[in-house]
């Protein structure tokens, strides 16, 4: 039916050179049109004989040309579940240039390790670097195999053998991966190991012996071997470095790290014994420090306890002294307050005793004075006044006691007159008696003197 209509459109013989030049048209487009991918470099030879190098994205048109691509970046890996097999190397759906198995280095002190480790490369883009890096390997497949991938391994032992394997473990770690990344860069040092015998810092000591404690006896001799590699230097004295033959062809290393290291499991578990050993001295140095600590806090504790006690015993003295100074200074203040009260009693007695003396001597005077002027009134008028007045006070009181008798009712008596019958008379000079008794008594003259 189709070509039917064709004879109907075109003679046959047109419709045939049309299909012959699609079909060459669809030839040379296919062997002159290629796609170029972001990532790679590609180079293309024509059919003339030049060689030109791509690296821009996008359609791409070299009559009868033919190309192969090279990644920009090339990486080397080392990892878990990488092959050694190279024939799958540089694959369009690999994340990375070649995926090898861990690499077995030895360091320093012969202890091997499973490194796992990971290099990117990058290629050059200009014409004449790149030409010439695919005139030499011709595709990235040869590069890696014949170039990357040995200088990687090579790179990696020579520079394990720069530490020692306790070294690495001790702190180490940063320092190897910075020397790999830099013999990566700019080569690999060149380096001579030798055999150093070197005299022990500290006295080594037996301890098997309990009984000598920390008094032990020495033992061995006092040096030990130790391994060192040195660099060797030029003579400008700068370490001489094996190239990597890759930087001729502009090749460079972006990055270089050491992502893992696995040491061998003898090793491993002597690095376990030593991390015990180093615990149960750390453990066994915490417990010194600990009973240094309490034996200072036991010390401290005794020292306080003194201080204390001497504390107490010197604020007792002080006291006590205080009092007995208190005590001393009070008797002293007695003393002195009852010797001045006795010398105020002293001078109040001498005052007493001068002013007793002094009244004495005035009542004396006084009385003289009184018994002159009594005597001279006396004897100015025969005491005349006192004289009365004692008669006076004599008659009163017979006065008194005359009226005061008793008289009896009936008084019985003879008749001579001799007999006493309480009569008046009788009375009278009863009492007349009495008075001469009385003024004989107070020994004065009754009678008046002129």
Known sequence: MLKDKLKGVLPLPGLVGTVIAVLVLVFVANKS???????????????TGQEQVVSDVGYQFFFFGRWNSWKRALTVQAVKGGTEDLAYVEVESSETSAALPPQNIMFLDQVDADAQATVRFTIPTDKDSFLQLAHEYRNPENLLRTALIPAFKETLQANASLMSAEEYYSGGRTE???EFENQMINGIYIVRREEISEKRVNEVKGSANVAL?????????????????RKMLDDTGIPRRKSQRFIDYGVSVVEARITQMDPNQRFVE??????????DRAIAREQRVQEEEQRLLAIARGEREVAERQAKAKVDQIQRTTEAETEKQLAITEAQKKQEQAEIDKQTAQVNLE????????????????????????QADNALAQKLDAEIEI?????????????????????????PTGSDSETKAFMQLLTLDAAKRLNYDRDVKN
């Open 213 to 229: 404690g920390t008094q032990q006896k020495d033992y061995g001799d006092d040096s030990k071997v130790v391994f060192v590699v």
């Open 355 to 378: 002013k007793a003396r002094i009244e004495a001597e005035t009542r004396r005077t006084l009385a003289d004075a009184e018994a002159y002027q009594k005597k001279a009134v006396l």
């Open 270 to 279: 002597r690095m376990q014994l030593k991390q015990k050993a180093s615990a």
């Open 395 to 419: 008659q009163k009181i017979w006065a008194e006691a005359f009226a005061q008798r008793k008289v009896p009712q009936y008084v019985f008596g003879g008749g001579d007159g001799n007999t």
């Open 33 to 47: 049109i290629f796609y170029a991918e972001p990532g790679y470099v590609y180079h293309v030879r024509t059919i």
């Open 176 to 178: 190897f991966n910075t």
